[in-house]
């Protein structure tokens, strides 16, 4: 913080001479002050205002200062409390800066030090300010609210993530490529008590084995060809946070032995060293394969298999929750426009219904360009049909020539729509049936007849999951 910015402070002494001299001073200095003669009023006048350092003799003429800086531990905590005394001793010192003071000064107190204590007690707290800020941005960026459904596969993962995220366990996330496996990996790590601690990502599919090696462990100076120096690997990198691991069932059957060894024992060497490293790191993965049918084959061995999946979460694909597609879209219209600078306040009702009708080999990373492209290419802030990619609208042709030449009637061709549009609803509802018939615009008799008819219960429809 720089010198000389303003604070608001409380000056607590019983010699009224200090008191003003203190107070004038710092009222100088451009800080708002105020004062007060015993350590009650000193609490009186803390309970009506929150100060941000607090100057405290410790004897006062009711109870010491100490009584004053503990109750402020526990009920302002934080205010910043410089304590003073006539008599400073190391003892006392000690005792002041144990019990939570952020500095302790000794009477009578030169400008010049007041001054440097009051800016440091400022500058502190204005860093405490940022953090928790950027905390907060952080928490909003990659915590579960980054996550975005309401489908019932996806609060069941944002459970199963709450459950876990705050232990060592090993996680495996389980998922098609574009279903946002990585952002579920750095919400588990957010929720953690690492979040502090670093989030390292590596993705195993982007690098031939013997950098991958390397990239995970590190090496030493001329392990191989083009090592001219030391390198450290992700595992240092990640000590103490957590250690991501996209599409593991890529790694090569001697990369699989020594991250065997590695979540086992929580050592390793580098590639070419022999000095073991000990690390701290809590493991997240992640593939898009069928680890079983790798271990049957014999392609990915069965005790590392044993070893990672200890918790398992499933992404589910956007083609199987397409009742938060709406949400999506929401959200990343709302995120591109403030990117672009372009006001987009709306997208047709048959956009949508296009965009639930596609299939998403490409998942919700395929959406989200999807809807950058439509905002880029809008005009006066409306998202229409033309706007989309035409592989959407042959998609969606292709399915309504389907229906058309399948030979069925009318009233049996509607019948597969209907039965979608009411799982979407009761989705959004949370199956309240209740809601779920006012949203669509009939009464709840003639919302169980359709269920009934079309078979929809909660079970039926979930039974896969």
Known sequence: MARGTSGSLLVVDDDRYIQNAMADYLRGLGHRTETATTCQEAIERMEEFPFEVVVCDVNL???????????????????????????????????????????????????????????RALGQRQIVVENRKLKAQLTQRYGLSSIIGKDYKMLRMFELIESVADTRTTVLILGESGTGKTMTAR????????????????????????????????????????????KVGKFLQADGGTLFLDEIGT?????????????????????????????????????????????????FREDLYYRINVITLTQPPLRDR??????????????????????????????VQILQQY??????????????????????????????????????????????????????????????????????????????????GINRTTLYKKMRRYEIDFESVYKHI
């Not at 024992?265 to 073991?276: A, K, M, Q, S």
């Not at 949400?327 to 048959?350: A, N, P, W």
């Open 251 to 299: 790694a090569s059957p001697s990369l699989q032995v020594k991250l065997l060894r590695v979540i086992q024992d929580r050592e390793f060497e580098p590639v070419g060293g022999n000095t073991t490293h000990k690390v701290d790191v809590r493991l997240v993965l992640a593939t898009n394969q069928n680890l079983e049918e790798s271990v049957a084959k014999g392609e």
């Open 187 to 230: 919400s588990i790590h957010q929720l953690s008590n690492r979040a502090d601690r670093p989030f390292v990502e590596v993705a195993c599919g982007a690098l031939p084995d013997t950098l991958l090696e390397s990239e995970l462990f590190g090496h030493v100076a001329g392990a191989f060809t083009g090592a001219s120096h030391d």
């Open 322 to 351: 397409i009742g938060d597609i709406p949400l999506l879209v929401d959200h990343y219209l709302k995120l591109f426009s403030e990117q672009t600078g372009r006001t987009v306040h709306q997208i047709d009702e048959m956009a």
């Open 61 to 119: 003429p009711d109870q010491d200062g100490f009584h004053l800086l503990s109750w402020a531990r526990e009920n302002s905590p934080e205010t910043a409390v410089v304590m003073l005394t006539g008599f400073g001793t190391i003892e006392s010192a000690v005792e002041a800066i144990r019990m939570g003071a952020f500095d302790y000064l000794t009477k009578p107190v030169i400008d010049e030090e007041l001054r440097f204590s009051i800016d």
């Open 359 to 440: 299939h998403w080999p490409g998942n919700v990373r395929e959406l989200v360009n999807v809807i950058e492209r439509a905002v880029v290419l809008c005009r006066d802030g409306h998202i229409t049909t033309n706007d989309l990619p035409e592989k959407l609208y042959a998609h969606h042709e292709h399915r309504n020539v389907d229906a058309q030449l399948s030979g069925a009637s009318l009233k049996v061709a509607l019948t597969q729509p209907e039965r979608q549009l009411i799982i979407q609803a009761l989705e959004s509802n949370g199956w309240n049936r209740q809601k779920t018939a006012r949203s669509l």
